[in-house]
């Protein structure tokens, strides 16, 4: 046993044991797992590797190790498989034990993220004998502080975030962008690749003031919209595509104010106390609307929104895990909602274009909605959906991961873009932000004329087109 009067760099060596008891992976989930493998081939990341160790199953297996306290969160192996892995939740989706992975991975990540914080991290009793723990290294003080100003700024504070896109535009618009490609200063900088993936900033953001876009036609629903961080500034037309063609469908659109951030960034970043932060927010701004449905045109965010009950069922404050789950039973995806009403299809006009669909995984893997987008762009007249190979294996973006992982990133989007192009056609479908993004980055390095857009803008055209 350690005591306090051995030397500092002796106790520096003793190994982190097990996890420490705050938003701790469950020990229920993590035994579900049978460990059969029928994982293994939905797995990006293993489909990449061939290696066990970046499977669903043996991440689990490394999980179970920490839980049991046979190795420390300081395994180099532990912490780069919680890193390389996209959290698609493509195993979830095929998995005959129902594992719950997704909420393993992120509270691992939060133990990470723990012992890189103020405060040692102390063995747990169940490890008896086990010697006090240890802080892991913290990050380079770079990190530390755009970890800082990313989630504990920029996405938590929707004027913050607004601020900065409007610079981002004016530094597109205004020339300073093609002087710092043009020069190479980027490429000097190390920030040629990471500037890469800006996506151009919309002219008009949507910023919500409690707006309401009345039905045209019989009202038939009330529904209130999420309008986010990114989606409302660098997706505005979305929004707005999202807002016609919700209008169309006899609803009433409302923009409630003092929502923000979904918080999928913090909770699958590690950081579960801001995304508590962001749920209860928007939980606050959305309750006691009275409408039908809160409609998410972000996948990504759809998914989170539907998982605040998880997310809070340990808050000190019961009755948030309650506002929570009742909050979620309200989130439907907007392909989602669509599909299951009566859909305005007289007043859809001719679009003739070739479409492939490219699944969002967490539409497809998490919210298990693979049918109703299919259902949509097929009720288009003129248009033709070509399905692609693959086309629900992760993209490579996952949130921040072209940052974190970028090879890994630029391999799963190049699969992607190469199963999208042999199918031959000239737009590519999605619903998800990232995904938008990763596929128009791989499309301008290889010089294709390819357009990225999402379902609904594709069914916006058509209703103005039927007009």
């Known amino acids: 046993m350690t005591t306090e009067t051995e030397p500092t760099a002796q106790r520096a060596a003793i190994p982190l044991v097990g996890f420490s008891p705050k938003d701790k992976p469950s020990s229920d989930i993590i035994n579900t797992c049978v460990h059969c493998g029928l994982c293994l081939s939905s797995c990006p990341t293993y489909r990449e590797t061939g290696l066990e160790m970046s499977s669903p199953r043996g991440r689990i297996y490394l999980i179970k190790a920490v839980d049991e306290g046979r190795i420390g969160l300081e395994s180099e192996v532990f912490q780069e498989q919680m890193s390389q892995c996209l959290n698609c939740r493509a195993c979830e989706a095929v998995c005959p034990s129902g594992v719950q992975y997704g909420a393993i991975l992120e509270a691992s990540r939060a133990q990470i993220e723990q012992a890189r914080g103020a405060g040692a991290i102390t063995a747990p009793a169940a490890a008896e004998g086990a010697a006090p723990g240890r802080e892991l290294p913290p990050r380079p003080i770079w990190q530390t502080a755009l970890r800082g100003a990313v989630f504990g700024a920029l996405f938590k504070q929707m004027a913050v975030f607004r601020a900065f896109s409007g610079s981002m535009r004016l530094y597109q618009k205004s020339g300073a962008q093609w002087v710092a490609r043009a020069s190479g200063l980027l490429g000097l900088m190390g920030l040629a690749d990471t500037e890469a993936m800006l996506p151009p900033i919309s002219e008009r953001f949507v910023v919500p003031r409690g707006q309401i876009y009345p039905a045209e036609g019989e009202r038939r629903y009330s529904v209130a919209l999420l309008t986010g961080c990114i989606m409302g500034t660098a997706f505005a037309n979305v929004h707005q595509a999202t807002?016609?063609?919700?209008?169309?469908?006899?609803?009433?659109?409302?923009?409630?104010?003092?929502?923000?951030?979904?918080?999928?960034?913090?909770?699958?970043?590690?950081?579960?106390?801001?995304?508590?932060?962001?749920?209860?927010?928007?939980?606050?701004?959305?309750?006691?609307?009275?409408?039908?449905?809160?409609?998410?045109?972000?996948?990504?965010?759809?998914?989170?929104?539907?998982?605040?009950?998880?997310?809070?069922?340990?808050?000190?404050?019961?009755?948030?895990?309650?506002?929570?789950?009742?909050?979620?039973?309200?989130?439907?995806?907007?392909?989602?909602?669509?599909?299951?009403?009566?859909?305005?299809?007289?007043?859809?006009?001719?679009?003739?274009?070739?479409?492939?669909?490219?699944?969002?995984?967490?539409?497809?893997?998490?919210?298990?909605?693979?049918?109703?987008?299919?259902?949509?762009?097929?009720?288009?007249?003129?248009?033709?959906?070509?399905?692609?190979?693959?086309?629900?294996?992760?993209?490579?973006?996952?949130?921040?991961?072209?940052?974190?992982?970028?090879?890994?990133?630029?391999?799963?989007?190049?699969?992607?873009?190469?199963?999208?192009?042999?199918?031959g056609a000239r737009v590519i479908a999605t619903g998800n932000p990232g995904c938008a993004l990763q596929l128009a980055g791989e499309l301008r390095r290889r010089g294709e004329d390819v357009q990225v857009r999402y379902i609904v803008e594709l069914l916006d055209e058509s209703y103005r087109r039927g007009a």
Not at 293 to 306: D, M, P, R, Y
Not at 346 to 354: H, Y
Request: proline share 4%; net charge negative; with cysteine.
């Open 243 to 423: 807002i016609r063609v919700l209008q169309k469908n006899g609803c009433e659109v409302i923009l409630p104010p003092d929502q923000g951030c979904c918080g999928a960034l913090h909770t699958h970043g590690g950081d579960l106390d801001g995304g508590r932060e962001l749920a209860r927010r928007n939980i606050a701004a959305f309750e006691g609307l009275g409408v039908d449905a809160i409609i998410v045109n972000a996948a990504g965010c759809g998914s989170t929104l539907k998982e605040y009950g998880h997310l809070l069922h340990e808050d000190p404050n019961r009755e948030w895990h309650e506002r929570g789950v009742a909050f979620s039973k309200q989130v439907k995806d907007v392909y989602e909602f669509l599909a299951g009403i009566e859909l305005n299809r007289a007043a859809l006009g001719r679009l003739d274009v070739t479409v492939t669909y490219q699944e969002p995984c967490h539409l497809a893997h998490a919210q298990r909605i693979t049918a109703q987008p299919r259902t949509l762009l097929n009720a288009i007249p003129g248009l033709e959906l070509r399905e692609m190979h693959e086309s629900a294996l992760c993209c490579g973006s996952a949130g921040v991961y072209n940052v974190t992982q970028p090879e890994m990133a630029a391999q799963l989007g190049a699969r992607k873009v190469s199963n999208a192009l042999a199918t």
